[in-house]
């Protein structure tokens, strides 16, 4: 399902397969955590800036709207009519983020919905359960995200639960897929390699889920607090380990520079709510460099967020207007923001891509890497 | 610059000139309060549901960028993208309704911003400033909106004084237009009949005004309280005594039915932020009366807001989908649900000219001037 098209050093330009298409990688999954873009951003608007992959969360969909009316409104595909591919996570990170009184078992995780406090369990098959509802393409297994820093013993512990979770989750995918009446039975299971940042345990335990042979694989509980160059390390640490000919996903990571290197060290796949979430309050991304658009510089400036842009925002509107938009509250600001900051991520995806196939990546990191996460 | 096309009793099918562009009417128009519709939609947006004209508040705006900004932008058109036909209003109604500390004088009203408290003077050649500055294509007189029910004699004397503030809007709009770098040259003034529920003032009032050989006059100050039967009968009243080759603008008015009977009456434009204020509230005018998206019996409902509709929102999500993006607080919900009531009623006009046209506007009230305002 992964064809690995070419490679730059450890940079690889791929394709990666699913039941809604292909996937053109690297990717920048475009993040619509409740199944839409948090910015008034639809479906259609998606195809609109460039989107490959939506990426939505398990938990949320999960406690709200439910994922059997989901299913019973013909799977996320079809509720929020977005037909390319959908990839959602576990609903693990989540759990050890948002929920509250959580007691972590053999079994799966004991916590109190965000939303109304009701007691709500979830295991690996409670959580395969619910991503078949759902039907994503891509389905991500049932971890514990730990945090940093843990005791190096937790983190082994830790370790070899998530990788019994594993087994019990690709078991029950394949059952829910087998189903008759499975909403997308082409469905796959991605593996999450965890282990801190203990090198050491990141690459025993990246050979154990290995040995399942699944089609993808995710770095996961990275950017949860350790620096940059501990990320970047453990990305190294362990990347020779992850099979060659599968793709790779570093989790809810970042910022263009981090993209940038973390492409440079072998990565496949991103996710993170960034552009939209910075998109909302002002910082927007540029060619050039970050700018705060709430900057009275920017009161009476006629020229787009960035000259050099092809979003449906820099297409129409200056930056005084937008600036306007932001001070007065209207949501029109937060759309056009986040319309921007999106197409701007995947863009610089596409960008990767193209320098990838012409042999000039080295070029385009030295260029933009430093440049693009700078305050402008 | 009226020309009227047809007519059916009192009901007429008309057209009117601007500098950017004819307008058909009946027509109503779309407000953008602070230069954008509030639900995030853009001038962009504004095209695709069938808005003709695009209104905006001089209160607001003069408070918020500021007017002379927006003029140094190239006026409230190129501020917000939108090259169709702008009206403003006088600024007059928000500082009788948001403004605080307000003293009305012969030469104006003194009182105090609602956004920072500021103090602000606003007299007929300040509304005319600020409208000139803005650019729109129809400027509206300074008056003063009498609430409803007021003493007779204060009326009187309101009416008189709103009279002056005409005749001295119209002689700083004359100065305004003709400097060498107004932003709307082409810009006219329309005035504003008063007078309460007191059938003879707002007659003498119309009278008086209609002297002055304004290019549209609007009737001010209902539906601030009153009931329909109170601002039909004066609809009714002061009609014959505007002038038959003018618009007739029914300022802040209405439902559907509103709107229905008042065309009925002889009214060509409307403006009013039921629609879009009520459907960020989840209340959907159809073609069999308003629904409540809120309602627990659309929770799995897989059909469109309204299957009779072409608007975007219905065009691709469902009930089901837009309900769960209310309930989750995602904006998406407003955008779809403003998107859809105003493309509404911009069809329900366009409907009630065709109706005019073709000579079937009785039937048409018939069958929907009861039905499109009842809850379902």
């Known amino acids: ?153 937790y983190v082994k512990r830790s370790c070899e639960r998530t990788t019994r979770w594993l087994q ?39 050979q154990e889920i290995a040995e399942l042979d699944l089609p993808g694989y995710a770095i996961g509980g990275l950017a949860v607090g350790e620096t940059h160059r501990e990320m970047y390390d453990t990305i190294e640490a362990v990347e020779e380990y992850m099979p060659k000919d599968r793709p790779r996903y570093l989790m809810g990571v970042g910022t263009p520079s981090n993209i940038i290197e973390s492409v440079a060290r072998g990565v496949d796949f991103f996710d993170c709510v960034m552009p939209s979430r910075n998109g909302r309050h002002g910082h927007l991304f540029t060619w050039n460099g970050v700018i705060n658009i709430n900057n009275r510089k920017y009161e009476r400036d006629p020229e787009p967020i960035d000259p050099l842009c092809a979003c449906p925002a820099c297409a129409r509107y200056s930056k005084s207007y937008i600036r306007h938009l932001l001070k007065a509250q209207e949501p029109l600001a937060l759309r056009l923001m986040v319309l921007h900051n999106l197409f701007f991520y995947n863009e610089l995806m596409r960008r990767i891509r193209e320098a990838l196939e012409q042999g000039t990546f080295a070029a385009f990191r030295a260029e933009y890497s430093g440049k693009l996460s700078e305050r402008i």
Chains 1, 2 share one sequence.
Not at 179 to 200: C, K, M, R, T, Y
């Open 1 to 153: 399902m992964y064809k690995l098209l070419k490679q730059s050093g450890r940079a690889r330009r791929g394709e990666f397969d699913t039941p809604h298409g292909k996937v053109q990688t690297p990717v920048f999954m475009n993040v619509g955590t409740q199944g839409a873009i948090k910015g008034a951003l639809s479906a259609r608007d998606l195809r609109e800036i460039g989107c490959q992959v939506e990426l939505s969360n398990t938990y949320h969909l999960h406690v709200r709207p439910g994922d059997r009316l989901i299913r019973e409104m013909g799977g996320l595909h079809r509720f929020m009519t977005w037909d390319g591919p959908i990839l959602t996570d576990s609903g693990g990170f989540q759990i050890f983020s948002l929920a509250s009184l959580r007691k972590i078992k053999e079994e799966g995780v004991y916590f109190n919905s965000h939303v109304d406090g009701r007691h709500i369990f979830m295991g690996p098959e409670e959580s395969m359960r619910i991503q078949s509802n759902l039907g994503s393409d891509i389905a991500m297994a049932f971890d514990e995200c730990v945090k940093i820093p843990s005791p190096y013993e």
């Open 168 to 206: 019990r989750c690709k078991a029950a995918l394949d059952a829910y897929n087998s189903e008759s009446d499975a909403v997308n039975p082409g469905q796959v299971l991605w593996g999450i390699n965890q282990g801190a940042v203990f090198h050491d345990l990141r690459i025993a335990h990246m």
